[in-house]
């Protein structure tokens, strides 16, 4: 890609975005190039976004819209959809950006080895207002972690994106406010972002897309504030659709059959009571067309995956590639649905008997659970009491 590109900024409103104004007028005045310059900004339910169709302080804006409020990811790939051809800005709508941000981006992506990047930079998290467009300090993070294990040590869960300070340099994740890559790398690792819904999970899929196809995740030696505060109102929809878009990485990845399903153990411990439509409807998701195409061209990356469990996820030996059979790992893994109630992992007054675990669901059912080798099996109703006489 050569010196003088086009830039395209990419940003997302959802609800009302009270610094949306100020954040791309922002952009727009720290620009070395405007005429090189262009926004897409989408709305998934800001009325205001309307107001901005033309152009903002000399930038070009283009506009677009959901039907219906549908969340950030499916959002942003929409208005990347939009854009032909040069880098493709993600950015949030309550960022403040350095002088010369667009150069900086154009001379990154000048040189032909930096075409398979996706580039974020450092981000100093602020609280307010007057922290973000002015010179109040704030928290720093540089990239984001990936992390295979759950809050207790033990229970394994998806790769999950948490800040982390980072160098400038190579890092596992970009962090979610504002990252940039080549608009033709974006189809090369099947353009991950289409599947998403709801909340959470866009930096992951684009960041572990690009290692497994070959390319790499840097952060620039520069700064972006953003704006953390309280989550925008939105539909209760978006909570389970993030948990949908968590449980539905390891679907894509060509791990071994114990590994991916150790990495679903994690929504088994969910703030939510999952029930068994939803857990049908995972089941289902596994199929869909757009997942299958994804899969399809991430499981022939087995050295990519191998190389990357090892760096990012401490696992030695990530294993072979494995045939996903018409369910995936949702019902392979026999999560503890409760027949009556629907209710997931909701087992309480748990007795043990030598390997088996007797227990009842709050709704009062009786369960058993027993391994037969690596196979979880779980007896409800009568059959599963413990009928050991006390002695």
Request: net charge positive; glycine share 10%; with cysteine.
């Amino acid at each position: 890609m050569r010196a003088g590109s086009h830039i395209v900024t990419v940003c997302m409103a959802v609800n009302r975005e009270p610094y949306l104004y100020e954040c791309l007028s922002h952009m727009a005045q720290r620009a070395a190039d405007k005429k090189n310059l262009c926004c897409v900004l989408w709305s998934d339910g800001d009325p205001m976004a309307d107001s901005f169709r033309h152009e903002i302080d000399g930038m070009a804006v283009v506009m677009g819209r959901n039907e219906s409020q549908v969340g950030v990811g499916f959002s942003r790939h929409r208005a990347i959809m939009l854009v032909e051809n040069g880098v493709v800005v993600v950015t949030d709508p309550h960022v403040s950006v350095p002088d010369g941000w667009d150069q900086m981006l154009r001379n990154h992506f000048a040189r032909e080895d930096h075409a398979r990047d996706v580039v974020c930079t450092k981000t100093r998290c602020v609280g307010d207002y007057d922290g973000l467009y002015g010179t109040a300090g704030g928290v720093v993070h540089g990239g984001a972690d990936f992390v295979l294990y759950g809050e207790d040590g033990h229970t394994f869960c998806s790769p999950v994106a948490r800040w982390a300070d980072y160098p400038p340099g190579e890092i596992p994740c970009v962090m979610g406010g504002f990252y940039a890559f080549d608009r033709a790398w974006y189809t090369r690792i099947g353009e991950p972002l289409w599947l998403l819904r709801g909340w959470g999970c866009d930096e992951e899929m684009l960041s572990i897309g690009s290692w497994l196809c070959g390319g790499r995740v840097v952060m620039l030696d520069a700064m972006v504030s953003h704006l953390i505060r309280a989550a925008t109102p939105a539909p209760t929809s978006f909570v389970l659709e993030s948990i949908v878009n968590r449980m539905r990485l390891p679907m894509l990845l060509p791990a071994s059959d114990t590994l991916r399903g150790k990495m679903m153990n994690w929504v088994l411990s969910a703030p939510v009571s999952l029930s068994q439509d939803f857990m049908a409807r995972l089941a289902r998701d596994a199929n869909r067309r757009e997942v299958a195409y994804l899969r399809n061209l991430w499981a022939s990356k087995r050295d990519g995956w191998r190389a990357f469990a090892k760096r990012f996820l401490g696992v030695e030996d990530a294993g072979r590639e494995v045939p996903f059979g018409e369910a995936g790992i949702v019902t392979h893994h026999n999560l503890p649905i409760c027949p009556k109630c629907g209710r997931v992992d909701s087992l309480k007054n748990v007795r043990y008997a030598g390997s088996v675990r007797y227990a009842k669901c709050v709704c009062g059912i009786s369960a058993k659970q027993e391994y037969e080798g690596a196979t979880l099996r779980i007896t409800w109703g009568p059959g599963a009491k413990n009928r050991k006489k006390r002695g």
